[in-house]
């Protein structure tokens, strides 16, 4: 029901044949469409934690005139299985972002798994300037966040990636998706 609510409640929508999806087409089609100075790309099975998250999103990006794009950390679903869950707790405290905020760029030398972790960002909630997502289109069919974080910083942007504030979003999947 999700397109009739958005009806009923003034959405404007924008349709996109199944034969021409892609994650990065879709975002770059809302882009060209987005009238205000923010941008906040989000998953459509995501939902904020906290009535002032939006807000945190937007003093982290307005903290710092370098920082180019705020995404936030991911909350397993209740029914999501343990495997995602210790994946989930691994990959952000990985990436230096677990349970608090992580400020990335563009590390000086390191491996590539330190340069991944430093271009960190996720479109399951992604806050930026509407004028930084023309610029930066997104790119790819697979992985499309990470392509524009690695865009940024080694174009000398950072990145800010909240720890503390959470977006609900997993997926339930069977155990072969893994292998």
């Known amino acids: 029901q999700t397109l009739a609510l958005a009806r009923t409640h003034g959405a404007k929508l924008v349709?996109?044949?199944?034969?021409?999806?892609?994650?990065s087409h879709a975002r770059n089609l809302g882009v060209a469409r987005a009238t205000g100075e923010y941008l906040m790309m989000m998953t459509q099975d995501a939902m904020p934690t906290s009535r002032f998250w939006l807000y945190n999103m937007y003093l982290a990006l307005t903290y710092?005139?370098?920082?180019?794009?705020?995404?936030?950390?991911?909350?397993?679903?209740?029914d999501v299985d343990l495997y995602?869950?210790?994946a989930s707790w691994?990959?952000?405290?990985?990436?230096?972002?677990?349970?608090?905020?992580?400020?990335?760029?563009?590390?000086?030398?390191?491996?590539?798994?330190v340069l991944r972790w430093n271009a960190q960002l996720s479109d399951v909630a992604c806050f930026m300037r509407v004028e930084t997502a023309r610029h930066y289109p997104y790119t790819?069919?697979?992985a499309e966040d990470l392509a524009l974080g690695l865009r940024l910083i080694r174009d000398g942007y950072s990145t800010c990636f909240l720890g503390r504030e959470l977006v609900i979003h997993s997926h339930c999947?069977?155990?072969?998706?893994?292998l």
């Open 64 to 78: 710092r005139k370098e920082i180019a794009a705020v995404s936030c950390a991911e909350f397993p679903r209740r």
């Open 173 to 178: 999947r069977p155990a072969w998706y893994y």
């Open 90 to 113: 691994s990959h952000y405290r990985d990436i230096g972002a677990y349970e608090r905020d992580a400020l990335h760029a563009m590390p000086q030398g390191g491996s590539a798994n």
């Open 140 to 142: 790819g069919d697979y």
């Open 84 to 86: 995602q869950r210790a």
């Open 15 to 23: 349709q996109l044949p199944h034969e021409e999806f892609s994650h």
